[in-house]
């Protein structure tokens, strides 16, 4: 039997082992009002600009999952490194948007 559909998998799966998330609970992200700094930095990157989130006090998942959701909003790439988030080129509006959206207090340097 070939499986043309996730719901046909599900189908067979024993119904202990089903995951169902409702549809209305989504995960999000809340600032709380904490204060975060961006800056843009091209020191030691051949003059290439890159737009620093400093100052978030979370996990390693928190910021992973922060820092691909600013990724995708931007459309850039980036990366977490020495606790904060790094996005490729001058997004420093876009994501200050973005911050402000989900709670946060932002300064832009």
Known sequence: MKLTS???????????ERKTI???????HDGKGKSL??????KGRKGKAVTIISGLQHNPATMEELAKTLKQQC???GTVKNGDIELQGDQRERAAEI???????VKII
């Open 6 to 16: 996730l719901s046909e998998l599900a189908s067979l799966l024993p119904e202990s």
């Open 37 to 42: 700094k961006l800056f843009l930095d091209t």
């Open 75 to 77: 459309g850039a790439g």
């Open 22 to 28: 409702p549809a209305n609970e989504k995960k999000s």
């Open 99 to 105: 911050l402000r959206a989900v709670n946060y207090v």
